[in-house]
T-cell receptor
């Protein structure tokens, strides 16, 4: 049974600070890792993907992957109130696999 | 360029009825996956279609079935609806190329079973 674990939160971060979101996964053969942002009542929006160990940066977002520890993280720099949402970690083993999602972390950016 | 589109956006059905949800993938994408998202949970994978065939299936009963058409659009059918089938149903499209194929979601269909 593939599992993806996330702290459900809420995680409260002051505006302008760094928000750090974490995710662990159980399937060692997982090869693709994604972060989705989901606003209340809306569908998930892809914000980052990462496939190899290390860091990947895109604007204010940095994804970090450590396959040995089966750990993925998302850093959001200079957090804005518009970043307040639920962040979903998703994992794919490869090929034609569907995504396995965590339950999501509810992030609140305090003005 | 239109993204992933789903219809209808909202639906109310009675327990025991059948429902059909529809999805048009993003231009250039040939693979469609369906997910069920209950309130407060992450999306759960139902199944994936490529070349008009079901390629992979999650842990859902046979009441959930689907179809993909030659133009890559897809339908999700749910028979004998239960109250527990009330959820947001999400369609995601992606290219069928290797492990990095990124999936993009439609706006979802909110199904309420009464």
């Amino acid at each position: 049974q593939k599992e993806v674990e996330q702290n459900s939160g809420p995680l409260s971060v002051p505006e302008g600070a760094i928000a750090s979101l974490n995710c662990t996964y159980s399937d060692r053969v997982s090869q693709s890792f994604f972060w989705y942002r989901q606003y209340s009542g809306k569908s998930p929006e892809l914000i980052m993907s990462i496939y190899s160990n290390g860091d990947k940066e895109d604007g204010r977002f940095t994804a970090q992957l450590n396959k040995a520890s089966q750990y993925v993280s998302l850093l959001i720099r200079d957090s804005q109130p518009s970043d307040s949402a639920t962040y979903l970690c998703a994992v794919k083993s490869g090929g034609a696999d569907g995504l396995t999602f965590g339950k999501g972390t509810h992030l609140i950016i305090q003005p | 360029d239109a993204g992933v589109t789903q219809s209808p956006t909202h639906l109310i059905k009675t327990r025991g009825q059948q429902v059909t949800l529809r999805c048009s993938p993003k231009s250039g994408h040939d693979t469609v996956s369906w997910y069920q998202q209950a309130l407060g949970q992450g999306p759960q994978f139902i199944f994936q279609y490529y070349e008009e065939e079901e390629r992979q299936r999650g842990n859902f009963p046979d009441r959930f079935s689907g179809h993909q058409f030659p133009n890559y659009s897809s339908e999700l059918n749910v028979n004998a609806l239960l109250l527990g089938d009330s959820a947001l149903y999400l369609c995601a499209s992606s290219p069928y190329v290797g492990q990095g194929a990124q999936a993009f979601f439609g706006q979802g269909t909110r199904l309420t079973v009464v």
